[in-house]
């Protein structure tokens, strides 16, 4: 990084402290103004309490057939899958049927948070618990229960809150053709109102799942915390009992539904294996009485053994399949492992077949029966007791989930601190400050310094700091009547040692080195737009080269919204209007200013159609007898933007100045003035800012 980047990053760091700086009674505003915000919050806020359950999710304890298939075989739920059948529709309808959630009840509060707060500053909480609420049209979905004067009396209206529908008692069911409603808990001021809002189940389902914070606790350790947050530690309580008994409610009966399945599977099953085995039994007799009781022999007998070990292998595997198409794809890593399984059986017992074909047909016959017998035999058996098992399994059904910690809810409040809540208000404002100061200086395009006019391509002259003793003739109140000037004094005569008649002297030397090459003494003082200080800065600076011993001339053309001629007292006297319009003497229109040292010629009775006149020879004269009995002639002209009186008048001056004010003045302003004036020939000697307020910030913008 080079000498010029570092210098550039310095800069950037010193401008953005210094907008701090120019606003910091923003930066505390906003600070002290949100802090104070977030104590009141802490303070009137209702404590939000927590309730959690914690559950354990053990290894599957299933009755099913596939509990006896090999580790390979098994498939434990996981904790993410037990989190999302908790936060199901299966789980949670339940409690929101039990704790009749689709009603939603609210206190009627004048000014919610603020009535809310008081109540909570007096430990004042009124508390309703609505048991049933069923309207049987839609105009009852939404009413008002207004607390009666007598204890557990209250009145029930529509939602307009004056039509009455009943008057009831606490603990008192009610019912008729149009609503089914009782309250089970009330306790709160007489007249104290709520507002009843009958919702959807699944819309009730919806707000329970965005409310619950279900995660597990550690990594793969199967123990699930259940939480919740509200006001109402009894509701909360409730719902998060309620949410973990219905999970292991439900887990018991998915265990149980599995036995059932499994138990339906194999009863179907067993009458066919039965009516095969006694089929099979009797073949094998008739067999051996056509063939007069033929005997295995030992050969026979080896591939009766095998045989039937492989075929009560592939029945139990069948039976397996059957267990776990109800759970899986063929296309499951278990359903594969399986289907190899009993591909590799089945070639196995192709092989022994193939074998076979060496003994003799008897033996032959005798093995396949013997075989189909005895498989026969053994499936049975090992139906009749899985028939036996799982029936003790559906009647004695047990989950893998249990309650650990039942609901409970936490001691103190999930709230911050009074101090932290303020402090952290306190940051947010002061950000909030710091955003505001840092857009206020992005889309700031006034002129806040000298240096800004100069990278326009004006000569910066001596800036004019604000006056607090200088009078506000504003132009706003020039327009409105309220300008009261009359006889007013100058500032450089009210108090000479002012700080902006110092820096007018100061810019009395600037023009003095201008106009020692400019073609006359005539300077021109103009402004892009009103309110800049142009007729100040023109009236003042011609009092101090007065002073100094000079004869000055001050010449107003404004003569739209010029106050000179109040201010001098040279009010209904001829001015520039009469000079350019009638053939009368320049010396009879200028006049002695009051309260001041130097001449002027106001604005005259005749303000109409002037610029027409400044473009003839009369004004040219006017100027060059001027230049020639005074020392210096000041022309004080409307703005650039406004007129285009300036715009002639510069093409005779000497001297042009333009003056602009301090936070006031665009850039915009100033280069459409400069393209003004070079369109029209115009030279600007220099620029002169007026107002200027000491800010941290001016420096380097």
Known sequence: MNNKDVKNDEIDLMRFINVLLDNKYLLLFCTVVCAALGLSYSILSTPVYTANAVVQVDEKKSG???????????????????????KSRLVLAKTVEDLNLTTEVKPIRSIPFISKGLENLSGYTPDILVAEFVPENENLEELVLEVGANKGEYRLYHKDGETLILEGLVNRSYANDQLKFKVSILHSNAGQRFSLKKIAELAAIERLQQRLHINEKGKQTGVIEIAIRGESQR????????????????????NAAEASKSLELLQNRLPE???????????????KEDNSSI??????????DRLVRIDADLNTLTIKEGEIAQKFTKRHPTYVALLNQKKTLRDEKAKITKEMENLPATQRDMVSLNRELEVDQQIYMQLSNKLQELDVVRAGAVGNARILDAAQVLPNPSVLSKAVSTLLSGFLGFVLGLIISLIKALFNRTIQSPAMAKKLGLTAYTSIPNSKKQPNFSFDKFKQGRLNINNAKLLSENVPTDAAIEALRGLRADIHFAMQEAQNKVLMVSSASYDTGNTFIATNLANIVAKSGKKVLLIDVDTRYSYLDKMFDTENKNGIGEALTQSLPFESVVNPAANAHFDVISKGKITENLSE?????????????????YDLVIIDTPPVLSASDAAIIGRYAGTAI???????????ELEATLQHFARTGVKLNGFVLNCTKPTANNRYL
């Open 658 to 668: 333009l003056v602009g004010r301090f936070s006031e003045t665009t850039r915009p």
């Open 64 to 86: 099913n057939i596939l509990k006896e298939l090999s580790d390979g075989f098994t498939q434990e739920s996981s904790p993410n899958t037990e989190i999302e059948v908790i």
């Open 613 to 629: 006149y400044l473009l003839g020879e009369r004004f040219q004269q006017l100027l060059s007898w001027a230049n020639t009995n």
């Open 295 to 304: 005997d295995l022999d030992l050969e026979a007998k080896s591939y009766l």
């Open 273 to 287: 294996v039965r009516e095969k085995l006694v089929e099979a039994e009797n073949s094998l007799n008739k067999y």
């Open 235 to 254: 509701d909360i309580k409730n719902i998060i009992k309620s949410v973990s008994e219905s999970y292991v409610q439900q887990n018991v009966h998915k």
